[in-house]
């Protein structure tokens, strides 16, 4: 008969055994929250939505590509908007790296289609969005892009 | 007792909040300086071809991406290239570093490169971001990007305000002046050069006018830096063959003044050298220049 303090070790053992799956489902989530705001993201820049777009970038995000004249502010982004035709499809899994608890680095080559101000963007590049979580919302704080030989 | 807890907490985030702030800062200081030091050491190292140097500065899951390589590159696959891949770097700006979170850090500048990659040449005007990271107390790389940027990423109008010709004089180090040039920057990224010593100075053999390309950019705080490179050819006297000369500027503009300063470093090359190879470039002798700009009378 278990006396009531092994049957709480047990249960104790039962617990210690459960968490690695239990740790592993909370980094799923993290990964997951992290996809999410990048695609809300996206999907706020294909609507044009200026508001979300804030909302979802820090204040001192950069964006790097090879089509801006150089580093751009999210003030910049926003009154480039009517410029800027952006598609892309993303070749693969995005890979969703946690540098620290706070801050992500997701990655992953795109084909490109659109243009900014009449010319064609690159057609095959690598994407990097860094994300941080401020306030318990993860929000990007860089964006580049460099082209890669097709 | 729960209680007291509480209370030492709340006395403790007094004091933080009084007492904290100035340490905060004198602490992040400090951290950058650290992350600065670490990718500093990484580019010595790269530069040094130094492997084992460079595999303890990068994590082992290190991922680089540049416009030259043929793909995302890991630390393996950037050490098995170095031998093809040949330049050298300017920063124009200083790099910017941003604490993501207590054990990551991004760092980013604005670079000039010069040099080629398996014997074609390498997008000069480039953005580079380099994400650190914190492990086992020392920082070290963990993900290098390189994007080639439109047009030197610069802002060409106000880059246009600094065409025109400058008066310089030309110092060498711990020496006086040892001659006079007339710099000319002009449309189309063309530069101009003569010297006074042209004719054949003191340690000199005499030599032609040079001309190249000149590039700006314009700093967060509006401050041009302006890079340029140029070439000449040395003439053959009785003890020199004839070569080629190549001065490589970096200066700054004043905007108020109108005038240039920085410095130019002289390398000298064989005539069948191709002093475009990063790789040639070696015992650079370095001058100091200072120079303002020619108006015209009114």
């Known amino acids: ?150 | 007792m729960k209680i007291m807890r509480s209370r030492a907490i709340l006395f403790s985030l007094v004091m933080l909040a009084a007492t904290g702030m100035p340490e905060a800062k004198a602490g992040e200081a400090e951290i950058i300086a650290e992350v600065n030091k670490a990718a500093e050491a990484l580019d010595e190292a790269f530069e040094r071809q130094d492997a084992d140097a460079i595999k303890q500065l990068m994590a082992p899951d290190h991922l680089a991406v540049t416009p030259y390589y043929d793909g995302p590159q890991n630390v393996a696959e950037q050490l098995a290239t170095p031998a093809e891949l040949h330049y050298s770097q300017t920063n124009l700006d200083e790099a910017a570093v941003t604490l993501l979170g207590p054990d990551a850090a991004l760092r980013t500048f604005r670079a000039r490169l010069d040099g080629t990659f398996k014997g074609k040449p390498i997008a000069p005007n480039v953005y580079v971001s380099q994400l650190l990271v914190k492990r086992d107390g020392a920082w070290m790389e963990r993900f290098y990007q390189v994007t080639a940027l439109a047009d030197g990423g610069k802002k060409s109008s106000s880059c246009n305000g600094l065409v025109g010709t400058y008066l310089t004089e030309n110092r060498a180090k711990e020496a006086g002046v040892t001659s006079r040039s007339l710099i000319s920057l002009a449309g189309a990224h063309l530069i101009l050069f003569t010297d006074s010593g042209e004719g054949g100075e003191a340690g000199f053999v005499p030599f032609t006018d040079g001309r190249g390309t000149w590039f700006c950019t314009e700093n967060a705080d509006g401050a041009h830096k302006v890079s340029a490179t140029t070439l000449d050819f040395t003439a053959a006297t009785a003890d020199a063959k004839p070569g080629i000369g190549r001065l490589d500027f970096d200066l700054t503009y004043g905007a108020g003044t109108e005038t240039l300063s920085g410095t130019a470093t002289l390398y000298l090359l064989p005539l069948d050298a191709d002093p475009l190879d990063p790789a040639m470039l070696k015992d650079g002798r370095q001058f100091e220049i200072t120079g303002r700009r020619i108006g015209a009378r009114s």
Not at chain 1, 40 to 63: G, S
Not at chain 1, 113 to 121: A, D
């Open chain 1, 1 to 150: 008969m278990l006396t009531r303090a092994a049957f709480l070790s047990l249960m104790l053992v039962a617990v210690a055994w459960s968490l690695p799956p239990k740790a592993h489902a909370t980094d799923a989530d993290t990964i997951a929250a992290i996809n999410a705001s990048s695609n809300a993201l996206d999907e706020a820049f294909a609507r044009r939505d200026v508001e979300t777009i804030r909302r979802l970038m820090t204040k001192d995000h950069v964006t790097v590509t090879p089509y801006y004249d150089g580093p751009q502010s999210v003030d910049d982004q926003i009154a480039l908007l009517p410029e800027l035709e952006y598609g892309q499809t993303i070749v693969g899994e995005p890979s969703v790296v946690l540098l620290a608890p706070d801050v992500a680095l997701r990655t992953f080559i795109a084909d490109l289609k659109g243009s900014f101000k009449g010319k064609p963007l690159p057609s095959r590049a690598f994407v990097n969005e860094t994300l941080v979580k401020r306030d318990g919302k993860w929000i990007e704080r860089l964006f580049q892009i460099t082209t890669l030989k097709p």
